[in-house]
């Protein structure tokens, strides 16, 4: 039996882990919104750089946690011992790298949706100590649905043609990406997923407070453009994960390790947006950037994997990724976007 060929951390004897993990989530979710976010309030850059470093120093100790877990695991498993060269140390620490990769990705990937963040936040003319109650339940539903995305993933990922599909739509999708330079912003105004909220749902034009909805004198109910606000988030988050999800399961067929990234680098996406808000207009090339590494990915989902044994190296796409994620930063902060290229 050949290493690649099966799954090393299966779902029907890691459920466990699932489940637990699941119950992590909910208890940060809650200890920060609890101890941090009990009162609607906007986020300073201080703040916004402590949280997004807290975060990220969390998900590295859970990476550290699961990668003693898989030494020991991988070196104990008769299932996993029983193939011919199985090295157990290093399919645990590729696992290690495979979550860091996805984390990496899944990161870089989201700074670019912050811009279609900010945008909403614009036109709706949030107030900032709303944006973290509204980007609170937008992150809420993403968990559900990356939740939903991955397990379907891991499902059509056993036919060898999905895994040409999905590696062939992240190749066209960053060759689009690198053409159009990501210059194209949403028409809010027409944007058919308002209309189609408004046609079902009157919205009152004001806000009302942190209220999602309202109930008039008349006992008439009413949503107000937070909720629309809330429900664009969500729509374009189902949009990008389209790209991301794929994105990860090219860098490793482990649906653990691609739930458990996922998951980690949404939750500190909240702190992110306030982090990077102000200056994600900065980061002018990075559009180029992710649609290089998008290109990457489906190229190694789609034909270097094969070329590598079924298994292109871990750390040298991680090297890759960080490599392009760094010179399209750096080139975005040397060479900074005229002020009247808008």
């Known amino acids: 039996m050949r290493k690649d060929a099966i799954v090393l951390l299966p779902f029907a004897e890691y459920w466990w882990f699932y489940l637990a993990f699941t119950a992590l989530v909910v208890f940060l979710v809650l200890f920060d919104l609890i101890l941090f976010h009990r009162k609607a309030r906007a986020i300073n850059f201080r703040e916004a750089t402590a949280l997004t470093l807290g ?18 695991k991988f070196a104990v498993d008769p299932r996993l011992q029983a193939i011919p060269g199985f090295d157990a140390a290093k399919e645990a620490k590729d696992a290690a790298l495979q979550f860091l990769s996805g984390y990496v990705v899944e990161e870089t990937l989201s700074v670019d949706n912050m811009f279609v963040f900010v945008l909403v936040f614009a036109f709706f003319r949030i107030p900032p100590h709303l944006q973290h109650r509204v980007l609170f339940y937008g992150i809420m539903g993403a ?27 992240l190749i066209v999708t960053g060759v689009r990406m690198l053409f159009s330079g990501g210059d194209a912003e949403p028409d809010l105004e027409h944007n058919r997923m308002v209309g189609l909220v408004r046609r079902f749902v009157p919205v009152t034009n004001e806000l009302h407070g942190s209220n999602f909805f309202i109930t008039r004198e008349d006992g008439k109910r009413f949503a107000t453009p937070l909720f629309l606000t809330l ?37 500190g996406l909240r702190a992110m947006y306030f982090l990077l808000a102000g200056a994600v207009h900065r980061f002018h090339l990075l559009s180029y ?6 290109i990457f ?5 789609a034909w270097l994997n094969q070329l590598f044994d079924g298994h292109f190296p871990t750390s040298l796409s991680l090297g890759i990724i960080a490599g392009v994620l760094a010179v399209s930063i750096g080139l975005s902060l040397a060479f900074p976007k005229a002020p009247d290229a808008d």
């Open 143 to 169: 968990i559900i649905f990356r939740s939903i995305f991955i397990a379907l993933g891991s499902l059509l990922l056993g036919y060898t043609w999905v895994i040409w599909l999905f590696g062939g739509f």
């Open 231 to 267: 429900i664009l988030l969500e729509a374009s988050d189902i949009v990008f994960a389209v790209d991301s999800v794929p994105a990860i399961f090219a860098l490793t067929s482990e649906p653990l390790i691609v739930f458990t990234s996922n998951i980690f680098a949404i939750l």
């Open 289 to 294: 950037g992710l649609a290089i590494i998008l």
């Open 55 to 72: 975060w990220m120093a969390l998900a590295g100790v859970f990476n550290f946690a699961f990668y003693r877990y898989a030494l020991w």
């Open 297 to 301: 990915i489906g190229l190694k989902m």
